[in-house]
């Protein structure tokens, strides 16, 4: 073999030489990495499992579970609505012509303020007929009483007979009698001139009017209608309790509600009637409680949305601070101190009150059980 040929040979067995080392360094590199990348997850799962303090530090103190006093609620929708009998509509009981309307929508009255007026001076001549007439008939009731007086002296003579004597009294009697028709004729007519003035039965708001100035009303058949006026502090809170919880509610019940207007403002009012009728609502059977708003009626219009809790009784409960709390999807669960070590501990918890949460399952009093200064460590605005 010449000294040409062998140099590429040579070259090429040192070439095979060095490959094998290379790849063996990337295996080895790539292992290694593997590794770094199992042991960070593990890390940071461990890390996430623990109690914190503003993320970064773990639970700062320890506490038990104690026994508290907690309301016993029943929470459910419901709306706000007008009063039965607080929408009141105001007619005329004599027909005529509107001369004057004194409310547009929208105006608040006092009970007793002049509404409208109707045309006053055919009821007036009305009044002075009925007048005449009962001043006339008294005239004939003063003749017919003069007369029997004459008669009975007459007959006492012996010269008036039986017969004329008991004319003259039954002539006197219906004589009374026409007066008295008379008199209730005018007072009839008096009542309907008083009638031309129309009055607020009740304060409240104008929500609609349905006559305007000049018109003529007719109230032959039914008295037609001027306005409607909504009473005042007229809403009241209209709950729709289901079957199953209806048994716990009774008159005199708190409630607390807020509305989609003011979500953050809790309004108080009380259970006042529950109704016996049923409504049933896609298949689920709800009663009707009616609570009488207590505070902020102002705030409120017909037929707003409110979610709605009664509170019902109260009962010894064993709670912990909400901070104790944590949460694993689905899950609940805190971590107990024992010899200085953490154990996770699922629990089944209920409502929440004042800063604690009701746990049903899971601890009992004896334990100790890490709390996070950072306070509620489930996600704002979730309930359990």
Known sequence: MSVDEAIPLR???????????KRRVGLTLGIIVVIMLAVGSVAAYWMQMQPREDGNTAAASTISPEMREIDSTVTTSGTVRLRTGAEVRVGSQVSGIVRKLNVTVGSHIQKGDIIAEIDPRPLQARVEQARTQAAMDEVGAGKAERDLKRGQQ????????????????????SALAK?????????AAEIDLSYAVIRAPISGTVASVSTQE?????ASFAAPTFVTIIEDNALELVAMVDETDIANVRPGDTVNFTVEAYPSREMPAMVKRIDPVATIISGVVNYPVMAAIERDRGLLKPDMTANITIKTAER???????????????ERFVFLMRDGKQEKRRVTIGTRDAGFTEIKKGLTVNDRVGVSRAGDSEKKGEKP
Do not use: Y
């Open 11 to 21: 070259e090429a067995v040192r070439g095979r030489d060095h490959g094998t080392p």
């Open 154 to 173: 007459l007959f006492t003579e012996g010269v008036l007979p039986a017969q004329q004597r008991e004319d003259l009294e039954w002539q006197l009697k």
């Open 179 to 187: 007066l008295e028709k008379s008199k209730s004729d005018l007072a």
């Open 214 to 218: 000049g018109e003529t009303v007719a």
């Open 316 to 330: 010894k409960a064993l709670v912990v601070p909400n901070g104790a709390i944590l949460r694993d999807g689905e």
